[in-house]
């Protein structure tokens, strides 16, 4: 592998203080969208061809042009991006956009504003592109020989975990030097938990140290990982039987991939979004929202609802069918 590292300036990291806390309220017409987040502009969607930011309201902040391709969204904390996968541009929530030199392959936001943005490259497997909170690229490490499938900087914006198809590699982006890997075939992503790594496979976790060291595995036994989340240093995620679907279960695990809870939502999990303290899943039989100890909050129906999203004030927004509906019960 070869890592290039480009600092014209030192890397700044900025915290973000903003609380993310947007209350929505009643419904609107936001159109079909691919994806969707709650950010602390309101809220930001993607769909091929275009990306739309409204207030709380419902009124139309921006709209910016995407490729005609498979839309996605990336958040972290109160800040969400939105790209086409093929595409060039990333779509920031404050309606500002990075232009990518080539295809984008995926991208991932922290809360304090860095992107790890992973791309096609000439020559090599894939490059990944560090931005700060400025939007300005500080650091770019490009993969020779193993695939490029993610990647993400940590929650203190020091460090970058990549995966490939050979594993998790781990850098400081104050520094070219390789700080280790942890050899794992066949994981679909990555997260961190607070200062660890967890890649996820298709049927369980690992989790190791941001020098590549093992700390913790769980495997669900020939089970199906499904949708997933993070709450401070938990990982949330689905398992279920089948990998065509079907009603399974939430597990709460810590970051040492020990089980601490679990949820039975009671239908198939058409969506998981978590938030602050919280989680929300959503069924075929409505919304419902659990604490960290993964007790039940609120339960409420959503007809017409493919998305089920948090406001960080306790409440909920539903969307689907191309409208928004605010469901602010607070319990």
Wanted: charged share 25%.
């Amino acid at each position: 592998m070869k890592k290039t590292l480009i600092f014209a300036f030192a890397l700044c990291l900025i915290l973000s203080s903003c609380t993310g806390k947007t209350e929505f309220s009643g419904s609107f017409i936001c159109g079909e969208a691919d994806a969707c987040a709650v950010c602390d502009d309101g809220l930001l969607t993607a769909s091929p061809g275009s990306v739309k930011c409204f207030d709380s309201a419902g009124k139309k902040v921006f709209e910016r042009e995407l490729e005609l391709k498979s839309a996605h969204i990336t958040q972290g904390g109160a800040l969400a991006a939105a790209y086409a996968e093929g595409g060039r541009s990333i779509v920031l929530s404050d309606g500002e956009v990075i232009s990518a030199d080539n295809d984008i392959i995926c991208a991932k936001l922290n809360e304090s504003g860095c992107l790890a943005l992973c791309t096609k490259e000439p020559g090599y497997m894939g490059s990944v592109t560090v931005y700060s909170p400025e939007k300005k690229p500080v650091y770019k490490w490009y993969c020779a020989k193993q695939r490029l499938i993610s990647a993400a900087v940590s929650p203190d914006s020091e460090r970058l975990a990549v995966l490939t198809d050979k594993g998790i590699r781990l850098f400081s982006l104050d520094s070219e030097k390789d700080r280790g890997m942890l050899e794992c075939e066949n994981l679909r992503d990555i997260v961190w938990l607070g200062l660890r790594v967890c890649g996820i496979g298709s049927s369980g976790a690992y989790v190791c140290d941001d020098k590549g060291k093992l700390k913790g595995k769980c495997d669900f036994s020939g089970k199906i990982t499904g949708k997933f989340g993070v709450l401070d240093k938990k990982l949330i995620i689905e398992v279920r039987e089948h990998a065509y679907g079907g009603k399974g279960d939430v597990y709460i695990l810590d970051d040492g991939l020990d089980i601490k809870d679990r949820i039975s939502p009671g239908g198939e999990l058409w969506y998981l979004d978590c938030r602050g303290e919280k989680t929300a899943l959503l069924t075929q039989n409505g919304v419902s929202v659990y604490d960290g100890k993964a007790r039940l909050v609120l339960s409420e129906k959503a007809p017409g609802a493919k998305t089920a999203l948090l406001d960080g004030n306790g409440g909920i927004i539903a969307v689907g069918g191309g409208s928004v509906c605010a469901i602010n019960n607070r319990r």
